[in-house]
């Protein structure tokens, strides 16, 4: 079993940044692709980023790139989301996601996510 726990949501300003952490715990993500997934209110769930074991490999949502990074450190069982040049429109709940992987491949679809965290609250304000 994977415990994934999101942090550092807030409320922030249009054009500002925030950096989401979500730790992991009861084993190693060293053989998991990672994802962030984000659900705003009266909206389904939708990919955001996501990397592969080691990082080598990233993809984005259109809504997202070029403003957003995602990133890992595998000694601190640790993923980031760093998220820059906010707008209103990227208010949601954002969800971390471990998907274990043999290939150190990476998805984009949440079917194929084994594990969730709760969440965390990402507000901005206008």
């Not at 726990?5 to 979500?22: M, Y």
């Given at each position: 079993?994977?415990?994934l726990?999101?942090?550092?949501?807030?409320?922030?300003?249009?054009?500002?940044?925030?950096?989401?952490?979500?730790a992991?715990?009861?084993?190693?993500?060293?053989?998991?692709?990672?994802?962030w997934?984000?659900?705003?209110?009266?909206k389904?769930?939708?990919?955001?980023?996501?990397?592969?074991?080691?990082?080598?490999?990233?993809?984005?949502?259109?809504?997202?790139?070029?403003?957003?990074?995602i990133?890992?450190?595998?000694?601190?069982?640790?993923?980031?989301l760093?998220?820059?040049?906010?707008?209103?429109?990227?208010?949601?709940?954002?969800?971390c996601?471990?998907?274990?992987s043999?290939?150190?491949?990476?998805?984009?679809?949440?079917?194929?996510?084994?594990?969730?965290?709760?969440?965390?609250?990402?507000?901005?304000?206008?």
């Open positions: 079993q994977v415990q726990v999101e942090s550092g949501g807030g409320l922030v300003q249009t054009g500002g940044s925030l950096t989401l952490s979500c992991a715990s009861g084993r190693s993500i060293s053989t998991y692709a990672m994802g997934f984000r659900q705003a209110p009266g389904e769930r939708e990919f955001v980023a996501a990397i592969t074991w080691g990082g080598g490999s990233t993809d984005y949502a259109d809504s997202v790139k070029g403003r957003f990074t990133s890992r450190d595998n000694a601190k069982n640790t993923v980031y760093q998220m820059n040049r906010l707008k209103p429109e990227d208010t949601a709940v954002y969800y996601a471990a998907k274990f043999f290939m150190n491949d990476l998805t984009t679809q949440q079917k194929e996510y084994n594990y969730w965290g709760q969440g965390t609250q990402v507000t901005v304000s206008s």
